[in-house]
């Protein structure tokens, strides 16, 4: 079955960057995508990449993709404490396409 | 502007007794899901629609049932609550296959 892989906790400096790693199986899936969820709060997506596209930016936001590895990136530039928060990679369910298939989550901590 | 909205926000529940969890979204969305999220789990799909009069069973189905009798509305029900079932549960709706999920923000049932 479908399984997203993801590290559980990153802690960086305010103002380095962050780079968030997640692998997945289905070859398949079209669209990837990570969401955000601050303490107390339901998921807000962030950003979603094309299967056919290798690299999305978005202000301080950049995903890359390896298909070829099954590997998705994120990587936020000059992190803030703000940024503070879990970051779930998730890919679509495979046959359907139904339902997002999510990883455990990492939970980003910033320190100023 | 609502957007995906649940109630309650907070239950506590004996073991064995029944509630349901309300799912409201007022985006005219076809899909809608239920997930769980339990510590270092992730989130993990109960159960999800693909439009009004449709239910199916995600990953982890055993002990919920669901109905979507109207469009905007995904109801979650637990018919003998155990322990087991302590976690924060979310609602999610997209319009289309491959779109962007908005969620809600959550429930927090506790079964003691």
């Known amino acids: 079955g479908e399984d997203v892989e993801q590290s559980l906790f990153l802690s960086v400096r305010e103002g380095d960057s962050s780079v968030i790693n997640c692998t997945y199986t289905?070859?398949?899936?079209?669209?990837l995508y990570w969401y955000k969820q601050e303490p107390g709060a339901g998921l807000q997506l962030l950003t979603y990449?094309?299967?056919?596209?290798d690299m999305k930016q978005d202000q301080r936001l950049t995903v890359l993709l390896n298909k070829k590895d099954k590997h998705l990136s994120l990587r936020i530039a000059d992190t803030q404490t703000g940024d503070s928060a879990i970051y779930f990679c998730?890919?679509?369910?495979?046959?359907?396409?139904?339902?997002?298939?999510f990883g455990k989550g990492t939970t980003l901590s910033v320190s100023s | 502007n609502a957007g995906v909205t649940q109630t309650p926000k907070f239950r506590v529940l004996k073991t064995g007794q029944s509630m349901t969890l309300l799912c409201a979204q007022d985006?005219?969305?076809?899909?809608m899901y239920w997930y769980r999220q339990d510590p270092g789990m992730g989130l993990r799909l109960i159960h999800y629609?693909?439009?009004?009069?449709?239910?199916a069973k995600g990953e982890v189905p055993d002990g919920y049932n669901v109905s979507r009798l109207k469009k905007q509305n995904f109801l979650l029900g637990l018919e003998s609550a155990a322990p087991s079932q302590t976690s924060v549960y979310f609602c999610?709706?997209?319009?289309?296959?491959?779109?962007?999920?908005?969620f809600g923000q959550g429930t927090r049932l506790t079964v003691v």
């Open positions: 289905d070859s398949s899936s079209t669209y």
């Open positions: 990449i094309f299967s056919n596209m």
């Open positions: 999610a709706s997209s319009p289309l296959v491959g779109a962007e999920a908005f």
């Open positions: 985006m005219n969305h076809e899909y």
């Open positions: 629609s693909v439009g009004e009069g449709t239910t």
């Open positions: 998730a890919e679509r369910e495979n046959q359907a396409g139904t339902a997002l298939i």
